[in-house]
């Protein structure tokens, strides 16, 4: 009898447990399918990531094309394509084993050379390989899955560099036939081994790209970037939708199920539409103002503090962003969680606003009264309003200020120039996985900021030994060394952290908010 | 007549010469640099270098000017900087949806007009001059931008009647276009209706006093006969005017409404050139723009010749 009532409650079990997993599957299987539609606001030039610092074009084609390594949801770097790797000789060789069965859009499995050809291309002319070529040495095919990565000296943030989404920075692998067809020019014709495949290109209209049916995707569990990536939808159609308006009303009929950047004074109005969710991310962006170094009164550390001591951070918060749900202050350069936060960055004068020191250090700096230059793009409400916000403080000390407000092009050029400017208010990724990477921005004549002095020279110094360092706890001491010396010398600084307000529709699923939208893994209900 | 007519268009070599001219020169002196747009904000300076070197972008301005004018005489606009493709090719995939998007403008706009107009002068000084009245004062004042997005509110968002953006040619749509191109369309109507609703108003209350409308009425003629084959015709001299000048006004109209609803148009083509200053596609449409203005006016100065028997230009 015993026997009996067992074996009926394994057949019970066992019928139980087809039916879950028959239930789970045809869920599964429910889920593929279905064309995303979704309205960006930027075009871009091409879809070349090598050939440009637009990391909008990076954000669409990381569905096409992967990394050797990527990050995951806690800024974990993970191999991706490759399977393992092994650091050698204290940081001057990296062996990198590929995973095998990778195929690539053109039927081809990728392998070593594929990886050769795309890098070496991307240490030509990627922003990203150019910071990583005057320390490289040489990359080599030790066989078809297996290569090795020698440099002339210690390079600690390589592996980071590789996986980094700042300015297109990422290595990806492109087939090694088209990198011959291409060279160094634009590529037009893309053959990667990401879950989507390019289809269609419409300049200024869309892009569209379909499903890879033999994508092969990574053994790990998928966390943002890193890890498997399960390509649901049929295709995916990138709209370039420019007016904001527009954007909002496609997601409010159905057109759209995903609209980037809308305005985030509607944030209750979506809250109440019951098809409709807010996406807030963070960390998005930082509010950077940046001095020009070179220019007087700003020639001077003191002067550039004095304009800390005098801004009252909360307050343009509110004047440039406007609801305290998309904006927190931050000194730091990375926010809390990221490997490399230093959580006293800047005490002592971040958000400390005292106009009082400020005019003492001004006399201390032999400002003349000279009228200063806020250099800022009219386009953005978080540059237009926090220039315009910035006048009006900096006016209420007595200090001369002349806004300059012009669109982008002008902008950028304006900027690049050492006089006629001598503050620009800019955004900055916050994402940034490798404290290397401010090494672009930081440091003798880096960038716009025309700094040159005994202080930039000894933050040269600071990012050579960070440079070097591959053990984390040192290099984290580095960090601190260099967040200090930032907010003492401050040839820049971050005002505070903010969110752009992003919206989808509620039957877009799993969608997860990463620092550049993601559509693998999301599904149509 | 035939000397006229060829005297007229030789006329418009200066004319477009001048034009270049300036097109050229605005272009080329207006502030940003293209190269820093394309590479983006954090492209090194020898990268930046490099490209400029690669486009042409580092010799000589007059230099730059003479071989631009040579290739235009030849109808070589150059290359797009941003879409990497001819400009002449460009402009000839963008001109489609933007004359589709002025001709149905233009047909909405005239028979509103028209019928708004005639209205008016029929019953002047009644309710329904007032009532015509109103609405073209409407249509004149009402910016496009902001009616664009009101038609968008009510006929894409709470009727759901049309999208609110986007744009499928016909070759593929088929009369599936025509859901692209109505909210557009109609937004620039509105002011074309307006304009042509007040002309016609004005110079039919002219027509109707003169004698032989009266006359016309004495015999018994019955008033649809009065209002349209003989008050109508003899009002259209500046009523064509105003609408050959307007066709020109309504195809620079469509920069804003192209950009606002997301049609590949000449407009929107434009809008996005001067947004990341490529700068030979901003050359073709500002000389494409004064080449239709020229080419309308003297199409509307041959049409008076053609309406009007009196006028003799030999």
């Given amino acids: 009898m015993k026997k009996k009532l067992r074996l009926s409650l394994i057949v019970l079990l066992i019928v139980f447990s087809l039916l879950i997993s028959s239930t789970v599957l045809a869920q599964e299987e429910d889920r593929f399918g279905g064309t995303l539609n979704t309205a960006f606001q930027m075009s871009v030039a091409h879809l070349d990531t090598d050939n440009s610092t ?35 000789e204290n940081g001057l060789v990296y062996d990198v084993k590929l995973r095998e069965d990778v195929r690539m859009h053109n039927g ?59 300015s297109n920075q990422k290595f990806v692998v492109r087939a090694e036939e088209v990198i011959d067809e291409f060279g160094t020019d634009v590529i037009d ?31 790990r569990e998928g966390s943002f970037f890193a890890g498997e990536r399960i390509p649901y939808l049929n295709k995916i159609v990138f709209n370039f939708i420019p007016d904001a308006q527009v954007r909002v009303s496609g997601v409010q009929t159905g057109q759209f199920h995903f609209a980037e950047e809308v305005p985030r004074d ?67 350069l990375h926010e809390k969680g990221n ?18 020191k400020a005019k003492q250090l001004l006399e201390r700096a032999g400002y003349d009264g000279q009228p200063l230059v806020i250099l800022s793009g009219q386009d953005n409400q978080m540059e237009r309003q926090g220039a315009i916000a910035i ?72 990012f050579a030994e960070m440079l070097r360092e591959v053990d984390y706890e040192q290099r984290y001491k580095i960090v601190e060394r260099m967040q200090a010396e930032l907010w003492d010398s401050v040839p820049y600084f971050n005002i505070l952290d903010y969110s752009r307000l992003h919206i989808r529709r509620t039957e877009l699923k799993n969608f997860q908010a990463g620092w550049q939208p993601f559509f693998w893994n999301t599904y149509l209900e | 007549m035939r000397n006229y007519i060829i005297k007229r268009i030789l ?75 001819p400009v002449s090719q460009v402009l000839a995939e963008r001109i489609r949806p933007t004359f589709l998007i002025a001709v149905f403008a233009e047909v909405f706009g005239i028979t509103a007009g028209l019928l708004l107009g005639i209205l008016a002068a029929v019953k002047h000084r009644k309710f329904l001059d007032q009532f015509s009245i109103t609405i073209s004062l409407f249509g004149i004042s009402i910016p496009s931008f902001w009616l664009a997005l009101i038609l968008m509110y009510i006929f894409s968002v709470r009727l759901g009647w049309f999208p609110v953006s986007g744009y499928e040619p016909f070759a593929e749509a088929g009369l599936g276009t025509f859901k692209y191109i109505v909210l557009p369309a109609v937004t620039l109507a509105f002011m074309q209706a307006g304009l042509i609703a007040r002309m016609t108003r004005s110079a039919m209350l002219d027509t109707l006093k003169h004698d032989y409308i009266r006359t016309a009425k004495s015999k018994g003629l019955s008033t649809y006969s009065i209002v349209f084959k003989h008050a109508l015709k003899n009002s259209m001299l500046p009523i064509i005017t105003v609408i050959g000048h307007n066709f020109a006004v309504l195809l620079g109209g469509t920069w804003i409404v ?38 309308l006016n003297l199409l509307v100065d041959l049409s008076y010749a053609f309406l009007n028997p009196k006028i003799r230009y030999q």
């Fill in chain 1, 391 to 462: 006048q009006d403080q900096l006016e209420k000390i007595g200090i001369d200020v002349e806004l300059q407000l012009f669109d982008r092009p002008t902008v950028v050029e304006r900027r690049a120039k050492k006089e006629g400017w001598h503050m620009h208010l800019s955004p900055f990724i916050k994402v940034v996985p490798d404290p290397q990477i401010h090494q672009g921005w930081t440091g003798t004549n880096k960038w716009i900021t025309n700094w040159d002095s005994k202080d930039s020279r000894q933050m040269d110094q600071i």
């Fill in chain 1, 266 to 332: 509607q944030y209750q109005i979506f809250k109440m539409d019951q098809n409709i969710k807010n996406v807030i991310i963070y960390p998005d962006r930082m509010s950077m103002l940046i001095f020009n170094n070179a220019e007087a009164p700003f020639d001077n550390k003191y002067a550039r503090q004095a304009i800390a001591y005098a801004l009252d951070f909360e307050e343009l918060g509110y004047a440039m962003i406007g609801d305290p749900q998309f904006w927190r202050l931050e000194s730091a």
């Fill in chain 1, 339 to 356: 490997p490399w936060h230093v959580s006293d960055a800047g005490s002592g004068i971040y958000g400390v606003y005292d106009p009082e």
């Fill in chain 2, 258 to 295: 192209e950009t606002i609803f997301v049609i590949p148009g000449t407009g929107f083509m434009a809008i996005n050139a001067i947004m990341r200053r490529d700068i030979p596609v901003i050359q073709a449409s500002i000389i494409f723009v004064a080449l239709i203005y020229v080419v």
């Fill in chain 1, 54 to 88: 637009d990391s909008m074009i990076s954000a669409m084609m990381n569905h096409v094309y992967e990394g050797l390594f990527e990050f995951d949801e806690n800024l974990n770097l993970t191999p991706h394509l490759a399977a393992s790797y092994e650091i050698k």
């Fill in chain 1, 189 to 219: 014709r893309h053959v990667g081994t990401g879950p989507y495949k390019y289809e269609e290109w419409v300049p200024d209209q869309k892009l569209v790209l379909t499903r890879f049916e033999d994508y092969t995707p990574s053994p």
């Fill in chain 2, 11 to 85: 006329l418009l070599i200066p004319i477009l010469f001048i034009v270049a001219l300036i097109a050229f020169f605005i272009t080329n002196l207006m502030p940003g640099d293209p190269v820093r747009v394309i590479l983006g904000n954090m492209a090194a300076e020898a990268e930046i270098v490099r490209v400029k070197a690669s486009l042409g972008l580092d010799q000589p301005l007059i230099v730059r000017f003479f071989k631009w004018l040579a290739n235009i005489v030849r109808g070589n606009f150059g290359d797009s900087l941003y879409l990497n493709a």
């Fill in chain 1, 108 to 166: 081809e499995l990728m392998d070593a050379d594929d990886v050769v050809a795309s890098f070496r291309r991307w240490l030509e002319i990627n922003n990203g390989g150019q910071l990583v070529a005057p320390h490289f040495d040489e990359i080599e095919k030790l066989d078809q899955y297996n290569i090795r990565f020698k440099f002339e000296e210690v390079y600690a943030p390589f592996l980071n560099i590789l996986a980094s989404p700042v």
